[in-house]
């Protein structure tokens, strides 16, 4: 099992930018697809991005796509989520997991980081 500690996040105003990373441990990262995933306040988590084992293939939700990017250092145990242009909206606890060959996360969650966008 892998297990995940999220930073980056913080206060950014409108337009802004932040760079989330996410240190996997354990020997078995470069096994898995890793996605980023994010809950605001009163709603469900959701998928925003995802990338495959080599890095060739990415996903990304509607919402954030030509804004955000999603990247991995499988040497590093790392995983990446470069967010820019952020709006209000993006404003959430952001979270990375590994996600199974099914295409559902796993069930256990890190802390998360706090991306909060300023209007």
């Known amino acids: 099992q892998v297990q995940l500690v999220e930073s980056g996040g913080g206060l950014v105003q409108s337009g802004g930018s932040l760079r989330l990373s996410c240190a996997a441990s354990g020997r078995t990262f470069s096994m898995y697809a890793m996605g980023w995933f994010r809950q605001a306040p009163g709603k469900e988590r959701e998928s925003v991005a995802s990338i495959s084992r080599s890095s060739s293939r990415t996903n990304y939700a509607d919402s954030v796509k030509g804004r955000f990017t999603i990247s991995r250092d499988n040497a590093k145990n790392t995983v990446y989520l470069q967010m820019n242009s952020l709006k209000p909206e993006d404003t959430a606890v952001y979270y990375c997991?590994?996600?199974?060959?099914?295409?559902?996360?796993?069930?256990?969650w890190g802390q998360g980081t706090q991306v909060t966008v300023s209007s």
């Open positions: 997991n590994a996600i199974r060959s099914s295409g559902s996360p796993f069930d256990s």
